[in-house]
C-alpha cells in the first residue's frame, strides 16, 4: 500500500500545474490548492500583506504536499478509515472536500449501517466503515469509487458548465470520469458506449 506522501504526490501529479478556469467555482487554483484554501490557510507567498493569485502562482509542490497532508489526510481522519479507502477517500477530499466523505456516508447507508451524513469522519463513521470493510473487503474500495463516479455525473447533469469535467469534446470520458476510475477495479469501469449513454441527455 502507498505511503500517506506518495498518495499526496500522485494527487499533484493527477491536479497538474496552474489554472483559473472561469467555469471552475475553486477560482485561480495550482497542484490541486485553490485560491480560497490558501486565504484560509493565511499563506502569503510573496509576503506583501494579502493572498491573491501571485501567490497561488508561486506555490511550491512541497506546499502543497503538506497542505493535502495535515489539512486534507490528517484533519479530516482519513488515515482512520479502513486502508482499502484512504486512497480514493484522500483524493477525492482534495476535489470535492467534505463531499467526499458524505459519499461514503450515504453508501455506508446503503449498505446497512446507520451513519448521519455530514460529511464528518466521527467514531460513527469509523465503525461502520470497519463493519462495512469487513463484510466486503475486496469489494468496499469499488463500492466507494463507483458512488464518486455516479456524484460527478449527477454534479454534471445539475450544472451544465461543469459537464465538460466529465465528458470530452469527443464525447469521450473526462477527466473527472477517469479520475474516479483510477481507484476502480477495470471489471467496473464503464465502457465508451455505456458512458456515451450516461451522458447522452447532456445533448
Same mark, same amino acid.
Given at each position: ?8 504526490? *500522485?494527487?499533484? =501529479? @493527477? ?6 478556469? $472561469?467555469? *471552475? ?23 506583501? #500583506?494579502?493572498? *491573491?493569485?501571485?501567490?497561488?502562482? %508561486? ?20 488515515? *482512520?478509515? $479502513?486502508?482499502?479507502?484512504? &486512497? ?7 476535489? %470535492? #472536500?467534505?463531499? =467526499?466523505?458524505?459519499?461514503?456516508? @450515504? ?19 469509523? =465503525?461502520?466503515?470497519?463493519? =462495512?470493510? %469487513?463484510? &466486503? $473487503?475486496?469489494?468496499? !474500495? ?13 454534479? !454534471?447533469?445539475?450544472? $451544465? ?14 477527466? /473527472? ?24 441527455? /447532456?445533448?
Amino acid at each position: 500500500m502507498k505511503t500517506v506522501t506518495q498518495i499526496a504526490d *500522485d494527487i499533484i =501529479a @493527477r491536479e497538474g500545474g496552474y489554472v483559473n478556469d $472561469p467555469s *471552475d467555482p475553486g477560482g485561480a487554483t495550482k497542484y490541486g490548492v485553490t485560491i480560497g484554501t490558501l486565504r484560509s490557510l493565511g499563506i502569503d507567498n510573496d509576503g506583501d #500583506g494579502d493572498v *491573491d493569485i501571485a501567490d497561488v502562482k %508561486a506555490l511550491t509542490r512541497v506546499q502543497a504536499r503538506d497542505i493535502f497532508i495535515h489539512h486534507y489526510f490528517e484533519r479530516p481522519r482519513i488515515g *482512520d478509515l $479502513p486502508g482499502s479507502l484512504q &486512497a480514493s477517500v484522500f483524493d477525492m477530499y482534495v476535489n %470535492a #472536500g467534505a463531499n =467526499a466523505v458524505k459519499i461514503l456516508q @450515504r453508501l455506508l447507508n446503503d449498505m446497512g449501517q446507520h451513519v448521519t451524513v455530514d460529511g464528518v469522519i466521527g467514531p460513527q463513521t469509523i =465503525a461502520a466503515a470497519e463493519i =462495512a470493510h %469487513a463484510m &466486503a $473487503p475486496m469489494h468496499l !474500495a469499488d463500492a466507494y469509487g463507483i458512488a464518486r463516479r455516479n456524484y460527478y455525473y449527477t454534479l !454534471a447533469d445539475n450544472r $451544465p458548465a461543469s459537464r465538460k469535467y466529465a465528458r470530452r469534446l469527443d464525447g469521450g470520458k473526462g477527466g /473527472w470520469i477517469k479520475r474516479a476510475e483510477e481507484f476502480i477495479s477495470p471489471r467496473y469501469w464503464l465502457s465508451e458506449a455505456e458512458h456515451a449513454k450516461r451522458v447522452s441527455a /447532456w445533448g
